[in-house]
C-alpha cells in the first residue's frame, strides 16, 4: 500500500503564490509518474501537471507558465508552485502517484483564491 499526503493548501490573494507538496509512504519500490490534478465544484477533475521519475513534466494548457511541477525521488515527494493564482484555479487540489502500474490518490487539500 501507498499513502499520499498532501499539504500547502489555503488561502491566497489574486495574483498571490503557493506551494503544495505531496510526500508517498508505504511500500515503496519505485514510483513512475506523479502529479497534480484539481477538482472544482460542481466540475470534474482535471490534470494539473505530472513528473516522470527522470523529471520529464507534463502540464495542462492552461497551467502552463504559472505552475511548476517537480520532485525529489529521493523523498518520494512531488512539488507544485503556483504563482500569478486566479479566482478560477480555486479546487482541491489531488496528488496522484503510479506505483508498479497502480495508481493512488491523496485526500486533497483546498486552495482558495480570492480577495
Known amino acids: 500500500q501507498v499513502q499520499l499526503v498532501e499539504s500547502g493548501g489555503g488561502l491566497v490573494q489574486p495574483g498571490g503564490s503557493l506551494r503544495l507538496s505531496c510526500a508517498a509512504s508505504g511500500t515503496i519500490f519505485k514510483i513512475n509518474a506523479m502529479g497534480w490534478y484539481r477538482q472544482a465544484p460542481g466540475k470534474q477533475r482535471e490534470l494539473v501537471a505530472t513528473?516522470?521519475?527522470?523529471?520529464?513534466?507534463n502540464y495542462a494548457n492552461s497551467m502552463k507558465g504559472r505552475f511548476t511541477i517537480s520532485r525529489d525521488n529521493a523523498k518520494n515527494t512531488v512539488f507544485l508552485q503556483m504563482n500569478s493564482l486566479k479566482p478560477e484555479d480555486t479546487a482541491v487540489y489531488y496528488c496522484?502517484?503510479?506505483?508498479?502500474?497502480?495508481?493512488?490518490w491523496g485526500q486533497g487539500t483546498q486552495v482558495t483564491v480570492s480577495s
Open positions: 513528473i516522470l521519475s527522470g523529471g520529464m513534466p
Open positions: 496522484n502517484a503510479n506505483v508498479v502500474g497502480l495508481t493512488y
